[in-house]
């Protein structure tokens, strides 16, 4: 998997947690600097933890299921971009939430980067099945949550949900895409 590919990945990975930080910083009374870095330091080490995760968990079983390998990555990008677009379309962001200083706690903070990287650990999976050369892939898709998690946070502030559901089904899209391109290179 070469440079681009990766690079659209973590773009496509990095859209739930660029949604979640709209929401942070829509409700954010003020933008402040230590805020940000913290919605970014969370996402992006998690969106770059999980693939490592899966990737260990997909090796072990890389010799028994490598005949299908290229089937399991399609699905399983495919499902992970289906649900986007379907998420996409429901408005769970909502100011009721606290976003005050405290939820930007280590608790707080875990939770949500553990909820919007779920998807990275499947793609880990994935990963492992196509041989992917990890170090590179988490450092790109942990850098590119990281940039644009401080992005959504920013837009968050300025624009609000405008921009949201446009990201998720865009992330939806790319990895769907993806897994059809994987599959069709194995397949011709």
């Not at 949604?19 to 230590?34: D, H, Q, R, S, T």
Request: proline letters at 1%; a neutral charge; one cysteine or more.
């Amino acid at each position: 998997m070469g440079l681009i590919e990766l690079t659209f990945i973590a773009v496509a990975l990095s859209m739930d947690a660029f949604a979640a930080a709209i929401c942070k910083g829509l409700c954010m009374k003020k933008n402040a600097l230590k805020n940000t870095i913290i919605v970014g330091i969370f996402f992006g080490g998690f969106q770059a933890i999980m693939p490592l995760i899966g990737y260990i968990l997909g090796t072990q079983f890389n010799e028994s299921i490598s005949s299908i390998d290229h089937w399991i990555a399609f699905i399983l990008l495919s499902i992970i971009g289906i649900n986007m677009i379907r998420e996409s379309r429901e408005d769970d962001c909502s100011c009721d939430v606290d976003y005050s200083d405290s939820s930007f706690g280590m608790k707080n903070m875990t939770l949500l980067a553990l909820a919007t990287s779920i998807d990275a650990l499947a793609v880990g999976v994935t990963f492992a099945f196509l041989k992917v050369k990890i170090a590179p892939a988490i450092g790109i898709i942990g850098a590119i949550t990281f940039i644009l998690s401080i992005i959504g946070v920013k837009i968050g502030t300025v624009f609000g949900m405008k921009y949201k559901s446009k990201a998720e089904i865009a992330g939806g899209v790319i990895l769907i895409t993806m897994g059809a391109k994987i599959l069709l290179e194995h397949l011709l």
